[in-house]
């Protein structure tokens, strides 16, 4: 036996009652301390560490114990000594069982029955327009609803949005204008759409109506009123209607990702419905106020048509570094963006990896040199309206986008160029700053604040000599590299 | 009785639960012993112990009477144990207040006086506080092994873990104890 051995195994001979030495195994280990003073030092040690923690006096169960304890053995009652019956060992699986049975009994009778509501009687009460009012709240999955705006609907096209950071917004869908208004600015600005494609009604008995034949979930207080609670029959909608006025109360629209309910998705709440209301119609009217500033009309293109195709503007390619900043300032994200034309543009993120767009297709091109391998992913059912780069003609865009244009800050001096500063607040309350070269008249940076989302996207070190070579730009992947194709629905 | 000329697998009382009443007391034999050690840690009173480890085996024979099946006689017999004490103690915090026991009165049982049972908690202190330098599980197999004498194979059973776990636990909490000793000499 080795040493090594030995000390692996030497806790066997400290066993409380040590069996007779007629193990081999034994025999080895007292065979080896007889032969090596340092493991029979070891084993010494061991059994004098032992010894130490070994109590003064043992504790031993007193002789009378035993006995006393047959003793009460002899004489416990005949029902406990008595042999159990088998059957009681079943009692807690039968009694599981009734359980479920009940539950299921109670589930299956207490569905709801018939609604003291028919909903073909709350698609009638709304069949003839009549004006109302209800609170419109947002909430993501599980978080607590957030007001969106106070809706007031005058007719099924006109309708004045109430936001809570003050804006109104008076929004006529037959004529595709919008009328934006800060009251406590005495401010006005018109957006209008010409052709506009078809949008959603305005009117809850269209929504309600869609609903079909939903499902009667039951009956619920909700407002203080008693309400019958239906649900459509893809699940999205959900709608409380008063019994007694056979209107609604509260509707919940769930939206759909990928055609799907996801966990954390989009709810709009909508609730403290009021009809019949009294409608001033001064309060609906897409005419300015006489005592407004009023900054003119903006003319947004023709949605109908491709953003690109709209803007015949010649476009310079140029080259910026994207950071996004959160609400402590601390740089989220970075990437380089190369911009050829307004739908193409290459990325370069700080990881290596480096992706092609076509914005009039829709496709992308992930490259990953470092692995000499590529993903090129294709769009299907692509709609290019809207969907253009985020190039400087956009972002001057902003300035202009409220009416009125925008101030000017001042000036500094930013990367050695003396630099005159833009604000604007643009019609859908974000804060865009543009830091101009006083002499080159380029941009040297430009800040974009979400203030809802508070994140703030810096704009800077602007190069227009960028090299436009089309091969950079390109969606095929490079021959030498191994790739994959990834087809992926726009909607 | 021989079954295909097999000799029956002897009765092992660390292992099976006992069938008969002769074995049931061949197991209380065995393990009062250290089942009243164990008590007598948890309550710190040998009457209390005694009383405690009488329970548990009047409950064993009631299970066995009620033909209950135990895979493992031995650490049954501890969970048992464990839980009648912490039954004793719930009860003692319950009846704080009322008058305890004149701690000089001789205890009747056996002639053991209150010195006897003071020398007792003195040695399981000492022993408690040269194992509570261990790690948890090391000092409950040290527990088991130096104070309530269970041999590595019963220990195993008790806390359900393989042999040879529970003799690497011990050997590295004697080489860590021996370390604490030695240098406990050293300072004096």
């Known amino acids: 036996m080795t040493c090594t051995e030995f000390q692996k195994r030497v806790v066997d001979l400290l066993d409380a009652a040590p069996q007779p030495v007629t193990d081999l195994r034994d025999r080895a280990l007292r065979d080896h301390i007889r032969v090596c003073g340092a493991c029979a030092a070891l084993y010494g040690e061991l059994q004098k560490t032992l010894a130490a923690l070994e109590p003064d006096v043992r504790l031993e169960a007193s002789p009378r114990l035993k006995g006393r304890t047959l003793n009460k053995i002899d004489n416990l009652p005949p029902a406990i000594g008595a042999k159990r019956n088998p059957w009681r060992r079943l009692w807690k699986p039968a009694l599981a069982a009734a359980a479920t049975l009940l539950i299921v009994f109670l589930v299956l009778h207490s569905r709801p029955g018939k609604p003291p509501v028919a909903f073909a009687d709350v698609v009638r009460n709304l069949a003839v327009f009549r004006p109302y009012l209800y609170d419109e709240e947002v909430k993501y999955g599980k978080k607590k609803p957030e007001l969106f705006a106070h809706q007031f609907i005058m007719s099924p096209t006109i309708r004045r949005s109430e936001f809570p950071d003050g804006r109104v917004i008076i929004f006529d869908l037959a004529t595709g204008d919008e009328l934006y208004l800060w009251p406590d600015q005495k401010k006005a600005t018109k957006h209008c759409y010409p052709n506009l494609p078809p949008a959603s009604h305005l009117s809850i008995s269209e929504t309600v109506n869609s609903c079909g034949r939903p499902e009667f979930l039951g009956t619920k207080r909700m407002e203080g009123k008693k309400c019958s609670v239906f649900r459509s029959s893809d699940g999205t909608n959900t709608i409380w209607v008063d019994n007694q006025s056979q209107l609604p109360v509260r509707r919940e629209v769930i939206h759909l990702q990928d055609g799907r309910i996801v966990q954390g998705g989009r709810t709009v709440i909508e609730s403290h419905f009021k009809f019949d209301i009294e409608i001033d119609p001064a309060r609906f009217s897409l005419e300015p106020p006489a005592d407004y500033d009023f900054s003119g009309t903006v003319t947004h293109e023709d949605k109908s048509r491709s953003r690109q195709d709209n803007d015949s503007r010649p476009f310079q390619p140029y080259s910026c570094l994207d950071e996004w900043r959160g609400e402590d300032g601390k740089t989220e994200s970075s990437i380089r963006r190369y911009f050829l034309s307004r739908t193409i543009r290459r990325d370069e993120t700080p990881d290596g990896c480096v992706v092609m767009q076509d914005l009039g297709t829709g496709s992308y091109l992930e490259l990953w040199p470092n692995k000499k391998s590529a993903a090129k992913h294709v769009c299907r059912n692509y709609d290019p309206r809207g969907r253009v780069n985020a190039s400087l003609d956009e972002m001057f865009a902003r300035l202009t986008s409220n009416g009125w244009g925008p101030k000017n800050i001042g000036t500094k001096t930013i990367d050695g160029k003396n630099c005159t500063g833009f604000h604007a607040t643009d019609f859908v309350n974000n804060d865009t700053i543009v830091w101009v070269d006083s002499q080159t008249n380029l941009p040297v940076r430009i800040e974009i604040t979400q203030i809802k989302l508070k994140r703030t996207l810096i704009q800077s070190d602007f190069q227009v000599d960028i090299d436009t070579d089309p091969a950079r730009f390109s969606l095929e992947p490079p021959p030498d590299y191994e790739y994959k194709v990834v087809e992926y629905d726009f909607k | ?188």
Not at chain 2, 61 to 87: F, H, I, K, P, W
Not at chain 2, 124 to 143: D, H, K, S
Not at chain 2, 151 to 171: D, H, M, N, W, Y
């Open chain 2, 1 to 188: 009785m021989e079954v295909d000329g097999t000799p029956p697998m002897p009765w092992n009382a660390s292992r099976d639960w006992p069938q008969t009443r002769a074995e049931f007391e061949s197991l209380i034999e065995r393990y009062q012993g250290p089942l009243v050690r164990y008590a007598f840690r948890r309550l710190g009173n040998i009457q209390d112990a005694e009383d405690a480890v009488q329970e548990v085996f009047v409950r064993g024979y009631v299970q066995m009477q009620g033909g209950r099946r135990v895979s493992d006689a031995l650490a049954y017999l501890y969970r048992m144990a464990a839980n009648v004490c912490t039954d004793v103690l719930r009860r003692r915090k319950r009846a704080r207040g009322w008058p305890q026991r004149a701690t000089n009165e001789p205890i009747a049982d056996g002639g053991r006086s209150v010195a006897d049972e003071a020398l007792k908690q003195e040695s399981v202190q000492r022993i408690e506080r040269l194992v509570a330098r261990l790690p948890r599980r090391q000092a409950e197999v040290v527990r088991l092994r130096v104070w309530d004498g269970l041999r590595f194979e019963e220990i195993a059973q008790v806390l359900g873990c393989p042999v040879s776990t529970i003799k690497s636990r011990f050997q590295y909490a004697l080489v860590k104890l021996r370390a604490v000793i030695n240098s406990a000499k050293e300072e004096l």
